[in-house]
């Protein structure tokens, strides 16, 4: 899955300071073999990435190096193997066109391959063989000559011509073939890894000696910190990390019933022996006795006791059972505004030097003296277990590190927005099925809808040796597999519809080996008890739809090991099919297609497909699927030519899976980003 937008009870991992740009996709960094985050070396923040010279690589999902023009690819490398060839990275297939690869050379310099018109290799008059860190570059100019950079000096240029291959980037190995080269992998940690579309150096340079910064011009920058042995490496696209957050015993809950802007709060209801704490991983870290402002809405249904709205270490931010505003620590201050019940309040703290300053609706109510030094998590909504629990709501919760506010203000009118002073950010609108699911908007994209889940029945995985796109595709072998859509709460109805998806026959023993079912549990469209329900499937040769048996037929051209773009359309009353963009068979049906207790199916025709494994299930699918989309509008009307990247979630998506992940996998992730 892309990042953007992420669950808040997922770990956040540091990010270095980006600057105000618009925000370019993330690209997807996938670790193979034993690559990891390593904490032994690094050159700047927490760790670096270690690759053990043994199979270990990471790859993006894409090329990271535009074909022409100017680009930069720089890191910082330390070498743990001397005297043999070792493979650093490149865009690289192996006897291929215009492909580029860097490595260390067994007199440990390190040498550039471009094979261009001609094929030019660059080397270093400097080696690497000292165990330290080194600064390496690659440049291209608009007049393509390329320069070679160790630690900052220019060691070799060439003049040569071409566009650079649009193939997947790989540090810590090449690829060549179909796979991998199985020698010359690199061994060593890499760090502060970037690409860019411009020329950032021109003549002999001092590296740099703090992390590299996001810009207009970075293409992908790998800061490669995080937890030690972690196999997670971020593409910093400009947007901080997500703040993780977790609702200990699920008593904090989203509810749509009040709010004060969006659609959603959180309720916190305090009652007796109820663990409702919440808490923001990291949502102070670094600001210690800095300036900061902490601020939501709150409403509160009565003020019998004190109401924590924020803990963090000794700190207390509360309400008092007086009603009014206060903080303790060693002592306790209180405002003057006495608040009164069901009603939603602006509240804000924010600490200027040694002040530290409480607002109630925009108004300045106390000042104090506080240099108190933060921890980094912050407890939401009560002291700790049962201990000053707040009962009432709060929404729009936002913690910065700046000081908003230090004098009467107008209350915020509309909803909050992240900037860059912002450490979290949530609305606590309702996007899951899950009330306990919380979002941090992190400046990125929110999900759009409930995640759809599955359940992978058989031997259903992923399997990385075959893909359309991405890193992986979802495999089925034809005896008993079959992915299951446990969730999926919209259904198409009687309006347009789109199920597409790129499949590939492993063999293909009947006309009716389905890929995709829909209301189809026992014989044709029927439940187990008999009642007939409107539903279709998508076989190699013929699609059922409606009741009874109703079908079209056709020859879709599939043939084993080729993969072909799959699409079932309705467009006002008529349904197509396509194979490859081109229109197989067309029928009229405007029948309502619901979800009742008949999930939808990947990979199987019918026959009780919702026990494990499915018994007698029919016509099951013996290949592979990737990239499964289901949306609620026509994308196609006529013939097309097939999409050439993985799909994107939009709002008309109802599921998208890309099918990436780790070989051999049950888990199956929707995109709702």
């Given at each position: 899955m892309p990042l953007g937008g992420a669950k808040l009870n997922t770990i956040a991992r540091y990010v270095a300071p980006a600057a105000a740009v618009g925000q370019r996709t993330a690209k997807s960094i996938i670790a193979y073999g034993n690559a990891k985050i390593s904490t032994t070396q690094k050159k700047f923040g927490g760790s670096s990435f270690f690759v053990d010279g043994s199979g270990d690589y990471i790859k993006a999902n894409t090329h990271a190096i535009p074909a022409s023009g100017p680009f930069t690819l720089e890191f910082w490398y330390r070498s743990e193997a001397l005297g043999t060839v070792r493979t650093l990275c490149g865009q690289y297939l192996g006897g291929t066109a215009n492909e580029f690869t860097i490595w260390q050379n067994t007199n440990d310099t390190v040498n550039m391959y471009y094979q261009g018109a001609t094929g030019h290799i660059l080397t270093s008059t400097t080696g690497i063989s000292d165990l330290n860190w080194h600064h390496i570059a690659i440049t291209r100019n608009a007049s393509n000559r390329f320069d070679l950079w160790i630690d900052g000096t220019s060691e070799d240029n060439v003049t040569e011509t071409g566009d650079l291959l649009e193939?997947?980037?790989?540090?810590?190995?090449?690829?060549?073939?179909?796979?991998?080269?199985?020698?010359?992998?690199?061994?060593?940690?890499?760090?502060?890894?970037?690409?860019?579309?411009?020329?950032?150096?021109?003549?002999?340079?001092?590296?740099?000696?703090?992390?590299?910064?996001?810009?207009?011009?970075?293409?992908?920058?790998?800061?490669?910190d995080g937890t030690n042995n972690d196999t997670v490496l971020i593409d910093d696209n400009g947007e901080r990390a997500p703040i993780g957050i977790n609702s200990v015993s699920s008593q904090a809950v989203i509810i749509t019933s009040q709010y004060k802007f969006g659609t959603g709060s959180v309720r916190f209801d305090g009652n007796t022996n109820t663990d409702q704490r919440l808490y923001a991983y990291g949502a102070a870290s670094g600001i210690t006795t800095g300036d900061f402002t902490l601020e939501c809405w709150a409403r509160f249904d009565n003020f019998s006791a004190l109401h924590a709205v924020t803990y963090i270490g000794g700190q207390a931010f509360y309400v008092g059972s007086d009603g009014k505003i206060a903080y303790y620590y060693g002592s306790g201050t209180t405002g003057t505004t006495v608040m009164s019940t069901n009603t939603w309040y602006h509240l804000a703290w924010s600490r200027s030097g040694t002040n530290l300053r409480m607002f109630v609706n925009g108004n300045l109510e106390v000042t104090r003296t506080d240099s108190t030094s933060l921890n980094n998590d912050l407890l939401i909504g009560c002291k700790g277990i049962n201990d000053q629990d707040m009962r009432g709501y709060i929404d729009e919760y936002r913690f910065s590190s700046t000081a908003r506010y230090t004098s009467s203000f107008t209350a915020p009118t509309t909803a909050f927005t992240n900037d860059s002073d912002t450490t979290f950010l949530g609305h606590f609108d309702q996007i899951d099925s899950d009330t306990t699911v919380m979002f941090d908007d992190n400046g990125g994209t929110l999900p759009t809808r409930p995640a759809v889940t599955s359940t992978a029945l058989g031997n259903a995985q992923l399997d990385t040796a075959q893909y359309k796109f991405g890193t992986s595709s979802l495999l089925l072998d034809g005896t008993g597999d079959l992915v299951r859509l446990d969730n999926l709460a919209d259904s198409i109805g009687t309006g347009d519809f789109t199920i597409e998806m790129w499949a590939r026959p492993n063999t293909l023993p009947s006309n009716l080996s389905a890929m995709f079912t829909w209301n189809h549990e026992y014989d044709w469209n029927e439940d187990p008890d008999g009642t007939v329900v409107p539903g279709f499937v998508i076989s190699q040769n013929v699609f059922h739809y409606g009741t009874s048996t109703n079908s079209g037929t056709y020859s879709s051209g599939m043939s084993t090991g080729t993969w072909t773009?799959?699409?079932?359309?309705?467009?006002?009353?008529?349904?197509?099919?396509?194979?490859?963009?081109?229109?197989?068979?067309?029928v009229s049906n405007t029948s309502n297609y619901t979800i009742g207790s008949i999930k939808p199916a990947i990979g199987v025709f019918d026959r009780y497909i919702h026990t494990s494994p499915p018994l007698g299930g029919r016509f099951l699918w013996d290949g592979w699927i990737d990239e499964l989309r289901i949306s609620t509008i026509a994308r196609y009307t006529s013939g097309f030519t097939p999409p050439t990247s993985a799909f994107t979630n939009d709002t008309d998506t109802l599921i998208l899976y890309h099918f990436n992940g780790t070989d051999g996998s049950t888990t199956f992730t929707d995109d709702r980003i």
């Open positions: 193939y997947d980037f790989m540090m810590g190995a090449r690829f060549n073939g179909g796979g991998p080269n199985t020698t010359e992998h690199a061994n060593g940690y890499f760090d502060e890894v970037r690409v860019s579309d411009t020329v950032r150096y021109t003549s002999n340079f001092t590296p740099s000696t703090t992390p590299f910064v996001n810009d207009a011009n970075t293409l992908l920058l790998i800061h490669a773009h799959v699409a079932l359309v309705r467009n006002s009353g008529t349904i197509k099919i396509y194979y490859d963009g081109v229109e197989k068979a067309s």
